[in-house]
């Protein structure tokens, strides 16, 4: 599976029926309102279909989706109603025409953008009740939700007036994709209407193919953009999860540093000696994407619940 820069282009987009968000079977969090915040969360590719695309009527993929779901979706569930669409995303079997191909030009990920999108908008119209939201995943799930407020927010002020944030991890999130969104990137703990993006490997790491020129980062231990270190002592609690089932594993305080790369936007770490971390078939031993979540968790929690509260007193 090979990620690479996005370009616009013409390639189709499959003229499948789409899906029926009004139906709950579609949804993997739909829940009952108890909280003055939304969050709209999607999931990582999780989907090694032979067809291309997610059935989202697989049972074996829609436990996969919970399973990574759950690991993720608990650092924003303390603070708002968590939405999450089934969506037929790409899978890890999706064949590329040429070496120069570009992921985001399959139809098969074009399928998987737009249910995102008729997802969001379901939610809009249907269950968010104007209140303010965060936009939230990886992976993937971040590539789509780029695609999302590429299309969707820059013109819409209204809209972007209610974004809490955007958490959009592990992806690169360049200045055109801002631009294009009417949005900003993230400069520290508190900013509210802005991006956090970031992507994980070890100083050691040679190629990361999720970060490509121009990627923004975030140090998500000091909130900070340049290259200031951040030791471990700052690191709140790494909390670590089976992918596949989501259930909890460990947690660790203080498990491991960070600083940003300024010449390729990578996000940095030491992990403690001794680690045998499992980094999945997909990336070299010491590029983290599939930690991303789980190195900062505890940062992460806290940073939700201080962005939501700045936005609060602000409104």
């Known amino acids: 599976m090979v990620f690479a820069s996005r370009q616009n282009n013409e390639s189709p987009i499959p003229k499948e029926p789409g899906v029926d968000y009004s139906d709950p079977y579609n949804w993997l969090y739909r829940p009952e309102i108890s909280k003055e915040v939304d969050i709209f969360y999607v999931y990582p590719t999780v989907s090694s279909n032979e067809t291309g695309s997610m059935p989202i009527s697989d049972e074996g993929d829609r436990t996969l989706a919970q399973g990574f779901s759950a690991t993720e979706a608990s650092v924003y569930e303390p603070y708002g109603n968590v939405f999450t669409p089934y969506y037929r995303q790409m899978t890890t079997r999706v064949k590329m025409e040429d070496d120069d191909m570009l992921i985001t030009d399959t139809g098969a990920f074009k399928q998987g953008a737009l249910d995102v999108r008729d ?55 360049t200045d055109a994709d801002l631009k294009k969104a009417g949005l900003t990137a993230a ?123 700045a936005y609060l007193l602000k409104t």
């Open 119 to 173: 997802a969001f908008e379901y939610y809009l119209n249907n269950f968010n009740d104007g209140r303010p939201f965060i936009l939230a995943a990886h992976s993937q799930g971040t590539m789509v939700l780029i695609e999302l407020i590429k299309s969707r927010f820059g013109n819409d002020e209204k809209l972007r007036s209610r974004m809490i944030a955007a958490y959009l991890i592990g992806y690169t999130v």
């Open 187 to 309: 400069i520290g703990a508190f900013d509210t209407g802005v991006v956090i993006t970031y992507n994980t490997q070890a100083p050691t790491a040679k190629e990361n193919f999720m970060i490509m020129e121009g990627a923004h980062c975030i140090n998500p231990l000091n909130w900070m953009t340049d290259s200031t270190y951040a030791p471990a002592s700052e690191n709140l609690g790494a909390r670590f999860y089976d992918f596949e089932t989501g259930e909890f594993l460990r947690e660790v305080i203080n498990y491991c540093d960070a600083r940003i790369d300024m010449k390729t936007g990578a996000l940095m770490t030491n992990i403690p000696k001794g680690e045998d971390l499992d980094v999945g078939p997909y990336f070299p031993k010491d590029v983290y994407h599939m930690f991303d979540y789980a190195f900062w968790y505890r940062n992460l929690q806290q940073n939700v619940g201080d962005r939501i509260n």
